[in-house]
């Protein structure tokens, strides 16, 4: 049976009505009204991030507006002033300037967005250019005097006399990864057991402990140096040995300065881990160490491998710590545990207070060879701490029902 619909013409009527009072659209081809339809296009706001070409003519007409100003009343009405004190009024003036140009044109939020992020960019560049300036220097003057021989040969034969490429600093190079790799071996489980401690246990004694972090995190390198010096070196070390002056007692020191980098950043990196990565592990019937050590110590791998980078940051460089310890040696010495030994710090600090240019050059060349030395152990540190869990995904699967063969019945 078919539906029959009937035409009311008072229903019709009662609709444009409606549209009309509804505010409805005259269609101006045929003059019939219709509803409104609300637009299928979001509004799109502008964020402050975005930026125009009137903003950026905004931004260098203040600064050029502040430059010429300050010129005008520093150099003209007065009676001058350095060029610091004219960049630093320069600059405050711009940020006045285009704070309220920037507060005219698009409000107050915009412009303090836009004030703050010229703040936070000019305090980047004011830390990163003496930091590219001075690393570009380092590499100039080192590259002078570097050779392969630099790798091969200690100071064996070298005196004032002798020109800048003659020698090397093989026994520094070695002597600088035996005592930072000891240290690494005496601090790395101490530091990982002191963040599992802080962050796994329910222990009364956290909060002594972690102020004791705290406070070893602030204390000079020289301190460790001195106190393994006095403990050991002074009371055990008169016939030399294992507790005179050696890579061994180096070592020791280069740990104390370690320990807390290393503690402080497993710690928060532990802290990271989901609870519910835990709880699942303690439901199914696992230890509490076994969780941190199956579940905790995984998950958490990438962040720890920063931890052992940043203690090597912390030790690679001290060169206090090992005047009292490893004394420095101008000879090849792969013994950490008998005599004294060199290594990068203190090669580069001996030679640069030395009169003579060449061994000024050869202290730089050593400080090449550190920085290269650094940043090769920190990609491997990286590379041993990735994340090798993640894998590609699978293809999607596709469940379209297969097609039914003809003569078949569905």
């Given at each position: 049976?078919?539906?029959?619909?009937?035409?009311?013409?008072?229903?019709?009527?009662?609709?444009?009505?409606?549209?009309?009072?509804?505010?409805?659209?005259?269609?101006?081809?045929?003059?019939?009204?219709?509803?409104?339809?609300?637009?299928?296009?979001?509004?799109?706001?502008?964020?402050?991030?975005?930026?125009?070409?009137?903003?950026?003519?905004?931004?260098?007409?203040?600064?050029?507006?502040?430059?010429c100003l300050n010129w005008?009343?520093?150099?003209?009405?007065?009676?001058?002033?350095?060029?610091?004190?004219?960049?630093?009024?320069?600059?405050?003036?711009?940020?006045?300037?285009?704070?309220?140009?920037?507060?005219?044109?698009?409000?107050?939020?915009?412009?303090?967005?836009?004030?703050?992020?010229?703040?936070?960019?000019?305090?980047?560049?004011?830390?990163?250019?003496?930091?590219?300036?001075?690393?570009?220097?380092?590499?100039?003057?080192?590259?002078?005097?570097?050779?392969?021989?630099?790798?091969?040969?200690?100071?064996?034969?070298?005196?004032?006399?002798?020109?800048?490429?003659?020698?090397?600093?093989?026994?520094?190079?070695?002597?600088?990864?035996?005592?930072?790799?000891l240290a690494l071996v005496?601090?790395?489980?101490?530091?990982?057991?002191?963040?599992?401690?802080?962050?796994?246990?329910?222990?009364?004694?956290?909060?002594?402990?972690?102020?004791?972090?705290?406070?070893?995190?602030?204390?000079?390198?020289?301190?460790?140096?001195?106190?393994?010096?006095?403990?050991?070196?002074?009371?055990?070390?008169?016939?030399?040995?294992?507790?005179?002056?050696?890579?061994?007692?180096?070592?020791?020191?280069?740990?104390?300065?370690?320990?807390?980098?290393?503690?402080?950043?497993?710690?928060?990196?532990?802290?990271?881990?989901?609870?519910?990565?835990?709880?699942?592990?303690?439901?199914?019937?696992?230890?509490?160490?076994?969780?941190?050590?199956?579940?905790?110590?995984?998950?958490?791998?990438?962040?720890?491998?920063?931890?052992?980078?940043?203690?090597?940051?912390?030790?690679?460089?001290?060169?206090?710590?090992?005047?009292?310890?490893?004394?420095?040696?101008?000879?090849?010495?792969?013994?950490?545990?008998?005599?004294?030994?060199?290594?990068?710090?203190?090669?580069?600090y001996k030679n640069i207070?030395?009169?003579?240019?060449?061994?000024?050059?050869?202290?730089?060349?050593?400080?090449?060879?550190?920085?290269?030395?650094?940043?090769?152990?920190?990609?491997?540190?990286?590379?041993?701490?990735?994340?090798?869990?993640?894998?590609?995904?699978?293809?999607?699967?596709?469940?379209?029902?297969?097609?039914?063969?003809?003569?078949?019945?569905?």
């Open positions: 049976m078919t539906a029959t619909h009937h035409h009311d013409p008072t229903t019709d009527a009662a609709t444009d009505a409606t549209a009309g009072t509804t505010g409805g659209d005259i269609d101006l081809r045929d003059g019939s009204a219709g509803p409104r339809r609300p637009s299928t296009r979001p509004s799109r706001a502008r964020r402050p991030i975005e930026t125009t070409l009137e903003d950026r003519w905004t931004l260098l007409g203040s600064a050029v507006s502040a430059a005008l009343i520093l150099y003209r009405f007065t009676t001058g002033a350095s060029l610091f004190g004219f960049l630093l009024c320069t600059y405050v003036t711009f940020l006045v300037l285009y704070a309220v140009v920037t507060t005219d044109r698009l409000g107050r939020l915009v412009a303090t967005d836009r004030v703050m992020t010229i703040i936070v960019v000019t305090a980047a560049v004011v830390v990163f250019v003496p930091l590219v300036l001075l690393i570009g220097y380092i590499l100039n003057e080192g590259r002078k005097a570097l050779r392969f021989d630099f790798f091969v040969n200690d100071q064996t034969g070298v005196d004032p006399t002798k020109a800048a490429t003659s020698g090397g600093g093989a026994h520094a190079i070695i002597g600088t990864l035996e005592q930072v790799g005496w601090s790395l489980p101490l530091a990982l057991a002191a963040a599992v401690f802080l962050n796994e246990s329910r222990s009364k004694w956290r909060r002594p402990v972690r102020i004791f972090v705290d406070a070893m995190s602030g204390l000079p390198s020289i301190i460790a140096g001195l106190f393994i010096y006095a403990a050991l070196i002074l009371n055990f070390g008169e016939s030399g040995g294992l507790f005179g002056f050696n890579g061994f007692m180096a070592s020791l020191a280069l740990a104390i300065t370690m320990l807390p980098t290393i503690t402080r950043t497993c710690e928060v990196v532990l802290r990271l881990v989901p609870d519910g990565l835990r709880e699942a592990s303690l439901a199914l019937g696992a230890s509490r160490a076994r969780t941190v050590w199956s579940v905790v110590f995984p998950t958490a791998k990438s962040g720890m491998s920063t931890a052992v980078v940043l203690g090597i940051a912390r030790a690679v460089g001290e060169t206090a710590p090992l005047l009292f310890t490893a004394f420095g040696y101008d000879y090849m010495n792969a013994n950490p545990f008998s005599g004294p030994q060199d290594s990068l710090p203190l090669f580069v207070r030395k009169p003579d240019l060449a061994s000024i050059s050869r202290g730089f060349t050593g400080a090449m060879v550190l920085m290269v030395l650094v940043l090769v152990l920190f990609v491997i540190a990286r590379v041993i701490g990735r994340d090798r869990s993640k894998r590609t995904a699978a293809p999607r699967r596709s469940w379209r029902r297969a097609p039914t063969p003809a003569g078949d019945t569905p």
